[in-house]
């Protein structure tokens, strides 16, 4: 896969993240890894999971900075192959955070 991926972070767990120095949001904790999109699947993501949830930081990232932690898997609902980082993000794969309104 070539290209950035993305994933919606809340503000104060990007926050967080930048005086840490990486990102590791509670789902990590909780799922063992954290959800990411393609470009073609963002709208999708959207749709189904951030409506109505409030602004988000889209976090655009790079593939080859989180290899090994990045893996494709197979999510029957969606019939798609998802990106899945397993490992905190480092602040150095972030290519770019931007304010993200789902709702707008």
């Keep these: 896969m070539s290209g950035p991926i993305f994933h919606f972070a809340a503000p ?4 967080g993240a930048r005086a840490r120095g990486e990102y ?3 789902a990590l904790t909780v799922e063992g890894f954290i ?9 999708g993501v959207v ?10 930081v889209r976090l655009t990232l790079d593939v080859e900075a ?11 609902a969606s019939r798609d192959l998802y ?3 397993f490992g905190p993000i480092p602040l ?12 707008a």
């Design 47 to 56: 749709a189904r999971h951030l409506r109505g949830g409030g602004p988000r």
């Design 35 to 43: 959800h990411a999109a393609t470009a073609d699947q963002v709208a």
């Design 24 to 26: 590791a949001p509670p």
């Design 92 to 103: 150095a794969a972030v290519l770019a955070a931007d304010p993200f309104d789902p709702d």
């Design 66 to 76: 989180l290899r090994p932690l990045l893996v494709f898997e197979w999510s029957e």
């Design 83 to 85: 990106p899945h980082v």
């Design 12 to 15: 104060a767990d990007w926050q």
